[in-house]
């Protein structure tokens, strides 16, 4: 055991790692910016469209809702795969990085949407009352009171979303996708290395528990300052 | 933009829905507040109190009737209009309603910015408000770092800031301690002096009233039982909401109270 660990370290093991990780990071980056604009255009939609919300639409709001649901309710395996004719028709090909990363939008997209949902629910309703009640637009509401209120909860979501993404990365890299879960699954499990794999979730372990820990420090410091703990 | 106000309630019903069920929580409301009033509303919990102020501002919208301010049918104001109109009327919330994420300064800010004025007549009249509710030095504090009345100067702050025609203050005053509460009726009148700012004030508080209204209204299970001069129906209370206020508050503030035989 101790022997695969001390071999999980070997050069020729990070040689192989090392440019995963990039592809990890590339991939987590973009689609978690992608992922982060729609999310919270959709959540802020579902919010405001809501029967109660600011702008009201409910037909729009159950369909949309529906929507958000039915991708929500499909396992992340089968969303990718009717994910891939979307990204041929953005991208061009069906492999390959650029196509994981939109078929990761395609999963995310509604999770982080009902996120952010949630997150600004949070937001009591005396506040946006009394934005109204002061003459607030829509607009606003939305950018002087429900975000910022919101931010500490939504910075935590922002890091679920991001932990999220990373391990799916690891399912869509059987789409050739490439990072680090491709080669957990490629070496690890097609080859029987474990020590790649020992590594590769090492790394894994590591920058998951880090980002937890960035965004749980950055919503205490936000918290902190607001003097609300 | 408001032309002179006086408000005029006609016939104001409001009724809430809930499963289909209907509840009549305002049942034909008139009720005319002159120019330069602070009128006193008083009634028991339920009565109905706030979802009257709630109406004026339209954070309500009425089931029947008409609430005209000056001009202004409100319930016919369009969007836009209506933006402009809540611009002008400020209100104290009894919980506050501050926003965590700003500080005294930003949430005084805050309806300045909702009417586009610019930094320097932010800067400038957010100070001057922050000296006159006596909360200058509390400038940088967020509400999180306030006790209960400081927050309650802050609101009192916010809804003056733009300059409002009228003011509803819906228990304003409550969470304060007697002297703070004093104080604050005080520079109420006095801004009511100066500007001519009509004020409505709900409270549970007859002294309140007594010391700051000229005219009140009693209300009654949506129905307003009384109204008049202060002095008029504290002298002469024909109501029995309003009898029993006054009951209450000079038993109370007699400390007639024998033990064992509780009023
Ligand atoms: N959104 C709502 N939906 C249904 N019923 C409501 C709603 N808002 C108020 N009511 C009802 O209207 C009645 C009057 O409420 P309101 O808050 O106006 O009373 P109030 O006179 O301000 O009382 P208090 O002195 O306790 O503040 C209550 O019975 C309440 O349950
Ligand atoms: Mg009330």
Known sequence: MTDLLLKAFTKEVWDIIIPAIWETVYMTIVSTTITTFFGLLFGIVLLITDKHGLHPIPLFNKVFGSIINAVLSLPSMVVIILALPIAKLIVGITYGPKACIISLTVVCIP?????????????????????????ASNIDIIFKVM??????????????????????????????????????????????????????????????????????????????KRHLI | MLPPSFIELKDVYKKFYIYNK???????????????????????????????????????IIS?????????????LSKKELSLYRQKIG????????????????????????????????????????????????????????SGGQKQRAGIARALANNPDILLSDEATSALDPVSQLSVLDLLKDINKKLGLTIILITHSLDVIRHACNNMAVLENGIIVEKGSVKEIFVNPKSDTAKVFIKINTDLSISKYVEGDVI
């Open chain 2, 91 to 146: 209100i104290i919330f009894q919980h506050f309603n501050l926003l965590d994420s700003r500080t005294v300064f930003g949430n005084v800010a805050f309806p300045l910015e909702v009417a586009k004025k610019s930094k320097k007549e932010i800067q400038e009249r957010v100070s001057e408000i922050l000296e006159l509710v006596d909360i200058a030095d509390k400038k940088d504090f967020y509400p999180g770092q306030l």
């Open chain 2, 22 to 60: 209907e509840f009549e929580v305002l049942k034909g409301i008139n009720l005319e507040i002159q120019k330069g009033d602070i009128f006193g509303i008083v009634g028991f919990s339920g009565a109905g109190k706030s979802t009257l102020i709630r109406c004026i501002n339209r954070l309500e």
């Open chain 1, 147 to 224: 975000l910022p209120e919101a931010l500490p909860t939504l910075i935590r979501n922002f890091v679920v979303l991001t932990i999220t993404l990373i391990s799916i990365t690891a399912i869509a890299g059987s789409f050739g996708a490439g990072g680090l879960g491709d080669i957990a699954v490629r070496y690890g499990y097609h080859r029987f290395r474990s020590d790649i794999l020992i590594a590769a979730v090492l790394v894994l372990l590591v920058s998951v528990n880090l980002l937890q820990l960035f965004g749980a420090l950055l919503a205490r410091k936000i918290l902190k």
């Open chain 1, 111 to 135: 999770i982080f949407s009902r996120l952010v949902e949630n997150s600004i629910l949070e937001v009591s309703k005396g506040k946006i009352e009394a934005a109204k009640a002061m003459g």
């Open chain 2, 64 to 76: 029947s009737g008409t609430i005209r301010i000056g001009k202004y049918e409100i319930n016919k």
